[in-house]
């Protein structure tokens, strides 16, 4: 079953390598999205695949790489729209 996800991740998350661990492990479940810095200091991404991957990656957000300390993740499961064939980082 197909699934996508809008996140915006708060608390330490820019400058600790959140967008490219995110782009790695994305690409690595062969997930679509993309991910990027916002400029009050959250993270925010879309993911798109498989259900289950798409699981794995929001869980992934909750803790993210060494050096972020996630204190929110906001999550809105959004249908499925199949428009991106790649995962990459948004400038």
């Known amino acids: 079953m197909k699934a996508r996800a809008h996140l915006i991740i708060s608390g330490l998350v820019q400058g600790v390598c959140f967008r490219a661990e ?3 492990t994305a690409l ?3 997930l ?4 990027r810095n916002r400029s009050d200091g959250k993270v925010e991404a879309v993911f798109e695949g498989e259900r289950e ?6 869980d992934f957000c909750r803790t ?3 050096g972020a300390k996630v204190e ?3 999550i809105k499961w ?3 729209k199949g428009e991106f064939g790649s ?4 400038r």
């Not at 679509?32 to 991910?35: E, F, H, L, R, S």
């Not at 991957?53 to 929001?58: D, I, P, T, W, Y």
């Not at 995962?87 to 948004?90: D, K, L, M, S, Y």
């Open 22 to 24: 995110t782009r790695d």
């Open 28 to 30: 690595g479940l062969g």
């Open 32 to 35: 679509g999205g993309w991910v």
């Open 53 to 58: 991957n798409v699981e794995k990656m929001v």
């Open 64 to 66: 993210g790489p060494p």
């Open 72 to 74: 929110g993740v906001d």
């Open 78 to 80: 959004e249908s499925y």
């Open 87 to 90: 995962f990459h980082v948004r």
